[in-house]
Every structure is written in structure tokens, then in C-alpha cells.
């Protein structure tokens, strides 16, 4: 699974830090930290965070590869 910010879309709302913790961090106010390339077992949580997210500035996608972790 590959997962993309727009972090000019994202406003550091954190709704994502609270979906899915172990895959999204807040370093400071705004820099948000993310996991680029969770394996499919986290995929409920990332979902989670991309319905979460207010600004919708989250996209999970297949991996192109068709490769998991």
C-alpha cells in the first residue's frame, strides 16, 4: 500500500494521529510524519485515517508494485 499527504492541503488537524497513531505523527505543530508504505495489515487503520482526515489531504492507494512489506 503506498500513502500520500498533501501537505499543502493538510491543516494539522491530526484527526489521522488519533486513527491510526503507529502510521501518523505530528512533530511540532504542523509537520506532520507519516509512513509512506504501511504493509496491508494496517490498511483498516489507514483507512481510517483517510475518512478522518477533514481536509481529505490522505489517499491510500494499491502499491504499484503489487510488493507488501
Known amino acids: 500500500m503506498k500513502v500520500v499527504v498533501d501537505l ?21 505543530r504542523e509537520a506532520l510524519i507519516y509512513d509512506p508504505s504501511p504493509d496491508e495489515a494496517a490498511r483498516a487503520e489507514i483507512e481510517r485515517a483517510v475518512h478522518a482526515c477533514p481536509v481529505r489531504a490522505i489517499t491510500a492507494l494499491p502499491d504499484p508494485a ?4
Request: net charge positive.
Open 8 to 28: 499543502n492541503r493538510c491543516q494539522a488537524y491530526a484527526q489521522c494521529v488519533y486513527a491510526a497513531p503507529r502510521h501518523f505523527v505530528l512533530h511540532g
Open 66 to 69: 503489487g510488493e507488501t512489506k
